[in-house]
């Protein structure tokens, strides 16, 4: 099959998987397989190599990625059920005071709770987010509101173990302890300045309270009562709550640190790896859940992350599934040629042309997971062709996949709702905030590409 066609079969089903989730609505989980089907077919590869290829893909994936997200989420869900959120906000409140809360609570939440899954974080912050507002200048709710944007999807595409940065990684085969130190680098940093950025923004008159906020009515659901206040009352202190991830990400930080300086052992990559990290912090979650709350409520909140655990696990490994089918395509010799030293593009705008491709994928289907998970899937089978080091692309995919969050997204509605602003509050508040982000991360990457 000529060159052309295999550029062109690939376009065809990209569009097919964005216009099967954006207009009929299918489940991203069926439009991937039908995307990756279509372009087994039609590249020639028939019947059997292509359910054969798209296994094996998926499988791959699993392996690489498949128990850190398993993992991930049940030490996010123990992490909640602990009460770590709510208290940590206390924390910073006393520390910092109303007016440097928000920088505190971009950083806190990009650095330390991306294993909360992203709607979970965005439940359960919102009304820490509208307490607080009063105590803000002016502008409170515009300002808390896009401080949680900021600090939950930052965390969720640059911070391991956040579950967008870790299918990326897992896709383009960076290393976690890499993707850790890189991703820390550019979340938190990212962060708060878009948090600043967005805060001037408010004092030259962006917000108008009058059209941007809607009359906000505590539900039951919503305002928790008295048991549920004594229930995180009981709760352990926050320095042991969040002390298992903590491990965890230095557990990761070590092996790579380790790796880096050529230190080789088998027990210092045994104690670095990734899946043991992980596993160790949820373990010590477990034990102090275990041992400070109810067994019905543990028991409550690993359910919960089981059940969290299942359509991440599948739109992950068919992103891999995906990337499979394409390096069969031989559209990798193609891409390849395109993006590489040889061809002259530059560093710099093969960074840039990353962050297009997963912008245009999540503007189009409305979910940063899929779009960073579908053009990681794309640009995978043609990363070793490339003078950028892998990190960096896994970084301008997530930098990308967060350009500006709107109405095609389940999370806008969310949002609209629980922190009481109206659509054109919305806008603003997540996505103007989540476009700073992405541009200001760019930027970012761009300054860490020339020194990576």
Known sequence: MSDALVVLHTTI??????????????????????GAVYLGLAAGLGFADTIGTLTQGFGDIMAEVGL????GVLLGSLLLAMGALQKLVEVLLRIFGPQKLPYAFAAALSTIFPAIYVDVQLVLAAPLARSAAPRMRRDGIAMMGGTLTAGILVGYVFVVPGLGTVSI???????LGTMLIYGTLIGPPTAVLTTFIYGQLLRYGLWNKAKDEVEFEETQEESPDAADRQRVGNTPPLYLSLLPILVALLLIAFGAVAAAAGLESTVVAFVGDPVFAL???????????????????????????????GQILLITGLGGSLGA????TGLEGILGGFFSAESGTPVLLTILLAWVI???????????????????????????????????????????????????????????????????????????????????????????????
């Open 279 to 309: 596993f160790v912090g949820l373990l010590g979650a477990y034990l102090l859940a275990w041992r400070t709350l109810p067994n019905e409520r543990v028991g409550e909140a690993m359910n919960e992350g089981f059940n969290s655990t």
């Open 68 to 71: 850190l997200i398993g993992f």
């Open 358 to 452: 997963a912008a245009v994928l999540h503007l189009a289907i409305g979910s940063i997971s899929v779009a960073a998970i579908t053009a990681a899937g794309i640009l995978a089978p043609i990363m070793d062709g490339l003078e950028v080091p892998k990190v960096v692309i896994a970084l301008a995919i997530g930098s990308g996949a967060l350009f500006a969050l709107q109405v095609n997204s389940n999370f806008f509605w969310m949002f609209q709702t629980l922190l009481g602003v109206s659509t054109q509050g919305a806008l603003k508040a997540l996505t103007l905030v989540t476009a700073l982000a992405s541009v200001v991360s760019l930027l970012l990457i761009l300054a860490l590409s020339l020194v990576a």
């Open 169 to 175: 990684a897992g896709l383009l085969s960076v290393p």
């Open 325 to 328: 089918v394409i390096g069969e």
């Open 13 to 34: 089903a990209i569009i097919a998987i964005v216009l099967l989730i954006l207009v009929i609505q299918v489940d991203p989980v069926i439009s991937l397989v039908i």
